[in-house]
Structures are given as C-alpha cells and as structure tokens.
C-alpha cells in the first residue's frame, strides 16, 4: 500500500529506466495510428529526451506525464511555423497584374485532381477566376477528368453570377506532350487573359521513377510557380516518409540551382476514410516541417477543411 | 524486388539466430524483436505482428524444449510458418471457367487502381485467348468512363458504358445482359472507389453485386496503405462476397504490409500484383513460392510464375 502510494505521489527525478516501459507502449499506440514506425521512435526518443532527468510533478503519474509531454510535441509539430495565406498571395499577384500559379504533385492516385478541383471551387467562391492547366497527358481520361470538373464548376458558377464572366477555364493540348511546356503555355494564357489563378494538375508518379521525378523538376523549374503543394493520402502508412523524402530530394537534385524550389505545403486527402488513425498526417508534417495546408475530407467540392491540429492530436493519442 | 528489403531484414535477424553460440530467450527476443520492426516499417497490422509474436513465442518453449532438438530450425518453421499464415489464408484462389461466363466485380477504396487493373486482367486474359471484355459502372468519378473507354480501345477489349446513364447498377446489369447473351467468358465489371464510413456507397456497391451476380469479387489494394486498410478490408468483405485481393503499385518503394493485412481481413488470397502504369506491368502472385524468397529459404521457383 505505501510502495504505491510513493509510486504516484512524492517527488522524483525521472530516468530513462522509468519511462521506457511507458514509451514502448506509446510508440505502439502510435504505430497503431498508423503514424511511421521510425517517425513513433523519433517522437518517443524526443520525448525521453525532454523528461529524463525531469522532476515528476506532484499527483503526476509517469503515463500521464510522458502523455502530456508527447501531447504537447504533437500539437507543436501540427502547428504551423509558417502560414500559407493563397488568398491574399492570390491578391496581390493579381494587383501585380500577373497569375498565381500552384503545382499539385504526388504519387498515384491520391486525389491531386479532385482536390485541384475543390481549390478552383474555394478560389471561385472567394472571387478568383482561375485557369485549370491539364499537364497529366499521361493517365487515360485525365484530360476529360478536369473538363468534367470545369463544366461542373461553371455550372455552379455560371457568368451570370459573375459580371458575364466565365470563372473557370481549363487550358488542355491532350495527351502524350511534355508537361513543361503546357505548363508554360497555360501560365502565359493566364496572363494574356487576365485570369487570376493556374492550378496546374501533375501525373501522379513513383518517387523511385527518375525518368518522371526529373520531368516534375523541369517543370516546376521553368515555370517557377508561387506554391508547390504535395498531395498525400491520409491512408498512406509508412511509404509516406519515402514520397516526401525523394520528392524533395528530387526537386533539389534535378533543379540544377542554388536555392531550388522544394514543396512548400501538404494537400492531405482521405482524411474521411480513416476515422481515427490520423497518423499520416505526423508523419508528413515531421519530414518536411511544412503545414497542411488542406485536408480532402471527401469527394465533393466542399469537402476541403484547413487541419485542426488539436482535434488530430486528441484522435492521436485517444 | 517487390518486398526484398523486408525479406533482407527478417533474412538478418534469422541469421543471427544461426550466429549464436547459445540459444536462449534473450536470443529469440531480440530476433522476434528485429521481425516485428521490419514487419511494422513495412505497415503490417499491428495487432497481426504482435500475434505473430506471440504465436512463435508459444510454440517455443526453452523449459519444455527437449535437449536434443534442433532449436534454430524449430524457431526458423515457427517463424515461416507464422509469416505463411500471414500471407496464405489456406484459400484455393478462384478460377474462371473456360467457354463459360464468368463475371468479375473490381471493388476497394477510392484511387487504388481498379480501373487500371480491369484493363491489366482483361488484357491478361485476352492474351491467353479468352473472350473479354469491360464493363464501366462507376458514373460518379469525373471522366471514369473515358479512362475506361481510351484503355479499353488501346488494347482492343469490347467495352460497355454510358455518358448519359446515371446509375451505375443499371448500367452493370444492361452490360452483363449484353455481354452475356454473346457469350463473352470474362466479363469484368468496374465500379466506383468507396469507402466504408459512407453508407451509400457501400449500398451502390451490394445492388451492383447482386444485379451482376458476379462469379468473383476482387478487392484492390494500393501497397502504400498503412494501418487503415484492415478496417476497410473487413467493412468490404462483410458487404460483399471478395474472393480475391489484387495488390497495386508494387513498383514504388512500398512493401506492401497494409496491403497484406487486407489477406487476414478478407480471407481471400492475393492473385496478382501491379508493378507499374502500363497495361503488362501485371504479374500473377504465388504464396509460398512468396514467402519462401522473403525468408531466403529454400530453392524459389521464383516470386512468380511467368
Ligand atoms: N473519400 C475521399 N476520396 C477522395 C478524396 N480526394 C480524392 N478522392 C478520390 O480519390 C480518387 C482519385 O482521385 P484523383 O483526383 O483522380 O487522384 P489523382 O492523384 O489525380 O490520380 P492520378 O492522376 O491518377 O495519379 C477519386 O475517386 C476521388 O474522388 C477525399 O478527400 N476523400
Ligand atoms: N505506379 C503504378 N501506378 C498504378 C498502378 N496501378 C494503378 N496505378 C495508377 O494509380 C492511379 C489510380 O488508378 P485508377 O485505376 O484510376 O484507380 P481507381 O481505383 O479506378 O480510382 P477510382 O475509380 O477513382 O476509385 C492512376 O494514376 C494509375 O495509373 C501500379 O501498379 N503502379
Ligand atoms: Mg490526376
Ligand atoms: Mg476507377
């Protein structure tokens, strides 16, 4: 009775003997929500790190402090150093009589279109006429994929509602030409015609395929865009750690410049088909240090969310 | 190779096994310790590799252990035979039935690459000299029924869809009518991405499923899902009859460990694997031959058969 008495009250300097039992259990738990195993190890070892040595609170159990400490690493990690604000970046690019320009890249399958076509539909509603860039002349029906989304959208939007305007138009040279250039072209468009934003779509590629990783740098290369947004599924477990390395390491390595442009923020779709294993979204924030910008939470127009990093640390740790 | 980094580290910790002067609980720990991270870096199921833990774990048994018996080849069976377990649900897999009509439903979560693999196993069996074809029924994805059409052309496979048709369960039942009725042996049916949170879809799903009747349901699987995919996995199979997995994209650096959860969960072994975008990036899938690479075991007719 007294031994646990002492366990819990009293006060103690923490070892790393004390905690470890408590961290292998964390990391587990964090395995579980699908969070990287290396990235569950990091963490925990940041943790041990902070407390070892530490004083333990008064009426502080070792579980609920490493619990607490780890809380607070997680909401800091999910908080954004740096604010990505498009529509006021969107403003002045325009003030300055030029297009905003964003490149959507990332593996296969993960919602680069969709979610391209969810931001034309914010920047619509915000009051942005934007330029829809159909640069995957790759994958079959991509090109119809984004014509589908542009008939959609100006449906939603019709020119009546906007001054005779028509708010979204897709710029497309079909398939099998070089990406680059389409780019290039569409940017130009957008300036000739006044549009505000390009979104430009990607191919979804391999970050192991160097043949498509080199064509991604050139083309971020040459159009120099204002935002480079990597698309990531929240379903994606440990494989998420290996995208955003290559593809930051590809950007640098095949840019041939000083200061190459890397991603400067996460687009993380699916985030309604994992219910609480919410873990991608550590992983992906711990390796580039970049905010989520949005979350896909759907395969409907209005189903972009910014993150709510406290409520994902609460399912995280739940 | 598709998950040869894997193999290589349970490979590692075996040896050390082999290495060791004295064979204790200290040594078996560490092995099954090293297993177990390579098996969660590659995004097998938690609850899976902490079983698999234990299951050896049980089976060893160093008080009980005779003195005589071979404790290495004791540990390395349990361990193949757990890894096997894990990969092999004991289920003969499905096959078609020549000159007759056989009816394949594609299934799985949205983006895993259904549709690409409908034309990859129509393509597959088209070469083999069967009578196939495709059928579209996902009207809900923005330009699915171009994709399924340019693919389709590209390799001369009849295909069934509709620009105009709004519901899906319609179009699947006029295409396997039609198709049917000219005796088409491999009829395989694409269908919507979906996932289990929303029940809608998994509603469109069942009536696609019961409407076409199909001979077999084929699960996809992307190989880069983590810890997701066995809730998924399960909330499919409950709703429909999946006989068969198919992992994709095994061409990127992913081992495929959640993918491989998807086995547990549905009980349907895994048929084929996809390596890559082109239509004969496609490779039928062996179990055993399987896992015996993984564990450097034994001589392997190899991953595949070719
Ligand atoms: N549930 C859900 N599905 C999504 C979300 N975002 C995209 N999807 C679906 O994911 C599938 C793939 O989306 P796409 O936008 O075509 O993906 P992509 O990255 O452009 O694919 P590729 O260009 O072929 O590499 C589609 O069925 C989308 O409807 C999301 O946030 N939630
Ligand atoms: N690298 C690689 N890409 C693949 C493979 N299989 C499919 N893909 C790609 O993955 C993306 C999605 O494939 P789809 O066939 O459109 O996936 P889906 O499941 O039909 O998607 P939804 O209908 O939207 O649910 C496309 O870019 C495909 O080219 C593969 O084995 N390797
Ligand atoms: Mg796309
Ligand atoms: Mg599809």
């Given amino acids: ?318 | 190779m598709v998950l040869a980094d894997l193999g290589r580290k349970i490979t590692n910790a075996l040896r050390s096994i082999s290495n060791a002067t004295v064979i204790n609980e200290e040594v078996l720990n560490s092995m099954l310790k090293e297993i177990c991270t390579a098996l969660l870096e590659a995004d097998v199921n938690i609850k899976l590799v902490k079983q698999l833990r234990e299951n050896v774990r049980a089976v060893i048994d160093f008080d009980e252990m005779a003195a005589g018996l071979n404790k290495r080849r004791m540990i390395q069976s349990a361990v193949f035979q757990q890894l096997v377990k894990l990969i092999d649900p004991g289920v003969k897999a499905w096959q078609p039935t020549k000159g007759k009509n056989n009816v394949i439903m594609f299934v799985g979560l949205q983006g895993s690459g259904k549709t690409t693999t409908c034309t990859k196993l129509a393509y597959y069996y088209q070469r083999k000299g069967w009578k196939t074809c495709l059928i579209c029924a996902d009207t809900f994805r923005a330009g699915a029924f171009d994709q399924l059409k340019q693919n389709a052309t590209k390799a001369r496979i009849p295909f069934y869809g509709s620009y105009t048709e709004a519901d899906p369960v319609v179009i699947a039942q006029e295409g396997v009518d039609k198709f049917k009725a000219e005796n088409f042996e491999i009829i395989i049916v694409d269908t919507s991405g979906r996932h289990k949170q929303e029940d809608s879809l998994f509603e469109e799903m069942l009536q696609v499923s019961n409407v076409t009747g199909p001979d077999n349901v084929i699960f996809v699987m992307d190989a880069s899902i983590g810890q997701a995919c066995e809730a998924q996995a399960k909330a499919f199979k409950d709703k429909v009859d999946i006989g068969s997995v198919i992992i994709t994209k095994l061409d990127s650096h992913a081992k495929g460990g959640g993918a491989l959860s998807a086995v547990a969960a549905t009980k349907s072994p895994v048929i084929f694997i996809g390596t890559g975008e082109h239509i004969d990036d496609f490779e039928p899938f062996k179990v055993q031959p399987f896992v015996s690479k993984l564990l450097g075991m034994g001589d392997l007719k190899g991953l595949v058969e070719k």
Avoid at chain 1, 31 to 45: E, G, H, M, P, Y
Avoid at chain 1, 98 to 112: A, E, M, Q
Avoid at chain 1, 166 to 181: H, I
């Fill in chain 1, 1 to 318: 009775m007294f031994n646990v008495f002492k366990g819990l009250v009293g006060s103690k300097t923490l070892t790393r003997d004390d905690i470890q039992d408590v961290l292998n259990k964390m990391r587990d738990h964090l395995i579980s929500k699908n969070v990287a195993a290396d990235i569950a190890a990091k963490l925990c070892d940041s943790v041990a790190t902070k407390l070892e040595g530490k004083v333990l609170g008064t009426f502080n159990t070792v579980a609920s402090t490493v619990r607490n400490t780890l809380q607070e690493a997680c909401v800091q990690l999910l908080s954004p150093k740096r604010r990505i604000d498009i529509l006021r970046d969107a403003m002045e690019a325009k003030q300055q009589n030029r297009p905003y320009t964003i490149v959507f890249c990332g593996v296969n399958g993960v919602g680069k279109s969709t979610n391209l076509a969810k931001v034309s539909f914010w920047l619509v509603e915000n009051g942005f006429r934007v330029l829809i860039a159909a640069c995957d002349t790759f994958r079959a029906g991509a090109v119809e994929q984004l014509r589908t989304h542009t008939r959609k959208l100006n449906a939603l939007h019709p020119p009546t509602k906007h001054n005779g305007m028509q708010m979204v138009q897709l710029y497309e040279q079909g398939y099998g030409k070089d990406a680059a250039g389409i780019a290039m072209q569409a940017v130009n468009y957008a300036r000739d015609y006044k549009l505000d934003v390009t979104l430009i779509d990607t191919a979804g590629r391999m970050q192991d395929n160097e043949p498509l990783m080199r064509a991604l740098a050139k083309l971020i290369k040459v159009n120099q865009p204002d935002l480079v947004l990597f698309v990531g599924e929240a379903l994606v477990g440990n494989e998420a750690v290996d995208q955003l390395t290559k593809f930051n390491q590809a950007l640098a390595d095949h840019s041939q410049m000083e200061n190459p442009r890397l991603i400067d923020g996460i687009v993380l779709t699916k985030f309604d088909t994992i219910d609480d294993k919410v873990g991608a979204a550590v992983s992906m924030t711990y390796i580039t240090g970049q905010p989520i910008v949005f979350v896909g939470t759907g395969q409907t127009y209005t189903d972009l969310k910014n993150l709510n990093a406290k409520a994902v640390v609460s399912a995280l740790l739940k």
